[in-house]
């Protein structure tokens, strides 16, 4: 088993930006996929960005790209940077991690599947405002 707790988000103004952060305990060495997802209200979760502990590739949705990066500080903490934030990235972010390896998602405009991850953070809240 593998637990997942996040840090960071809070308010922050248009342009601004902020750091999450997500440590792994329980079994953390055989994850071999981790990453982040979001959920704004009367959305789906959708899959932002994830990272493979094995190669380092990293995976990017393209609403995120070049603002958000997504790291891994040590062997069980992952962390993401994000950028010149916008109101539509207000959301309740969660950390999912696997022990497969990753994937990307077949569905378009998808980079990954929920059903994809095994472990699940709580989630912290990133809001954005105007």
């Known amino acids: 088993q593998v637990q997942l707790v996040e840090s960071g988000g809070g308010s922050v103004q248009a342009g601004g930006s902020a750091r999450l952060s997500c440590i792994a305990s329980?079994?953390?060495?055989?994850?071999?996929?981790m990453g982040w997802f979001r959920q704004a209200p009367g959305k789906e979760r959708e899959g932002v960005t994830f990272i493979s502990f094995g190669g380092g590739d990293t995976y990017y949705a393209d609403s995120v790209k070049g603002r958000f990066t997504i790291s891994r500080d040590n062997a069980n903490t992952l962390s993401l940077q994000m950028n010149s934030l916008k109101p539509e990235d207000t959301a309740m972010y969660y950390c999912?991690?696997?022990?497969?390896?990753?994937?990307?998602?077949?569905?378009?405009?998808?980079?990954?599947?929920?059903?994809?991850?095994?472990?699940w953070g709580q989630g912290t809240q990133v809001t954005v405002s105007s």
């Open positions: 329980g079994y953390y060495w055989t994850i071999a996929c």
């Open positions: 999912a991690a696997d022990q497969r390896a990753c994937r990307r998602s077949a569905q378009p405009g998808r980079i990954a599947n929920r059903s994809d991850f095994d472990y």
